[in-house]
């Protein structure tokens, strides 16, 4: 158990502490949600693995000024090239739910897939949100003109609103019925809500509830 003190805050009061500012930093709490888990993390260390990402993609970047083109880029860089990827084999793994997991062994499910290619492409000066779509997770990249989804977990492919509604039809069938708020974009506190809620389900369903009973903390941190 990590205890605080008012010199050495446990992670859970980093990240209640973290949770009050109106410009969540989605690195830090993400992190912070590991550090409950890996004591032993680095989180300075795993930062710098996130700069590093970005400034390897920058190199492709730089010269590029159409956002659909930097979009694919972006996703060529991490998904092709460094080769991160969706554990499709495991998807309840709670390592997939790990920021610093998901950094290390280069495998994620869709929220920390999206969250990595969020955090990477902040760096890059995109301008990224989240959009949770029902069962999925998106990224929507903004532009003054018409935006565009990217789906991390298909190897960052760029979608339409209409290519998503398709999906959701192919996986869902009739029993639900596309609404298009399901590709509105998430505040950073309802992903990382998400982020912890899956952690909660994929812990009760393995009968942790210890570690159910930790994460039930965190959200109420939030």
């Not at 605080?4 to 502490?17: A, D, G, I, V």
């Not at 869709?110 to 990224?139: A, C, N, Q, W």
């Not at 998430?186 to 009760?204: F, K, P």
Request: hydrophobic share 40%; glycine share 6%.
């Amino acid at each position: 158990m990590n205890r605080s003190t008012p010199n050495n805050p446990s992670p859970l009061q980093q990240f209640s502490e973290a949770a009050d500012s109106d410009d969540l930093d989605l690195t830090q709490m993400a992190l912070l949600i590991g550090l409950s888990e890996y004591p032993n993390l680095d989180i300075e260390l795993e930062r710098q693995s996130l700069d590093s990402l970005a400034s390897g993609a920058s190199h492709r970047l730089d010269d590029e000024d159409d956002f659909l083109a930097r979009a694919n880029m972006l996703s060529e860089y991490l998904f092709d090239e460094v080769g991160f990827s969706a554990n499709q084999e495991d998807y309840y793994d709670p390592r997939n739910s790990y920021l610093n997991e998901v950094l290390e062994r280069r495998l994620g499910i869709p929220i920390t897939l999206s969250l990595l290619y969020m955090e990477v492409g902040k760096r890059l000066d995109m301008d990224l949100e989240g959009v949770g779509m029902p069962g999925h997770f998106l990224v929507r990249v903004k532009s003054g003109q018409e935006d565009i989804l990217v789906d991390p977990f298909h190897r960052g492919i760029l979608l339409s609103e209409q290519e998503c509604a398709s999906r959701l039809q192919k996986i869902a069938g009739d029993t639900v019925a596309w609404d298009k708020r399901y590709v509105a974009g998430v505040s950073g506190r309802e992903l990382i809500t998400r982020i912890l809620r899956n952690l909660r389900a994929i812990y009760a369903a393995a009968n942790d509830y210890e570690r159910v009973s930790r994460v039930d903390e965190w959200i109420n941190a939030l």
